[in-house]
C-alpha cells in the first residue's frame, strides 16, 4: 500500500469531500454534515462513485479503519486524507454534525 497523510479535524477545507466508511448504523446516528457514506467494505464495489482527481478526507469513529481506507484509496490513484482521532475528534472540535434518525447526532 501507499503512504497517505494523517490530518487533524483543524485542517479539512470547508468545502472538502469527507467521506465516512463507518457501518450504517454508526452513520445513521450522527456524521459530520455533508459527508458521504461508504461503509469500508464497501468501498472496493462503489469506488466508481469517486471522483480521482477530488481530494478524499476519510473519516470513522477513531481513526482505524479511515488509516486502512486511505491507504487503499491511495494505492488505487486517488488522493485521500485519513482525518486523525475521526467522528470523535470531529465532535470536540464542535464541528457540524447531523444525523439520518431525526434525533440528536451521536457518533460515539
Known amino acids: 500500500m ?6 487533524s479535524v483543524d485542517q479539512v477545507p470547508a468545502d472538502a ?4 466508511v463507518r457501518e450504517e448504523y454508526e452513520w445513521v446516528e450522527g456524521h459530520a ?3 458521504v457514506h461508504i461503509p469500508l467494505a464497501d468501498l472496493p464495489l462503489r469506488l466508481e462513485e469517486l471522483d480521482p482527481d477530488t481530494d ?3 473519516i ?8 486502512q481506507a486511505a491507504a ?22 464542535g464541528l457540524p454534525l ?5 434525533q440528536e447526532p451521536n457518533v460515539r
Open 72 to 93: 487503499w484509496l491511495v494505492s488505487q490513484g486517488y488522493c485521500a486524507f485519513n482525518i486523525a482521532g475521526g467522528s470523535g475528534a470531529w465532535l470536540e472540535a
Open 33 to 35: 454534515t455533508g459527508a
Open 56 to 58: 478524499a478526507y476519510i
Open 17 to 20: 469531500l469527507i467521506l465516512d
Open 2 to 7: 501507499s503512504d497517505f497523510e494523517t490530518v
Open 60 to 67: 470513522c469513529r477513531t481513526g482505524g479503519r479511515s488509516a
Open 98 to 102: 447531523e444525523s439520518e434518525n431525526g
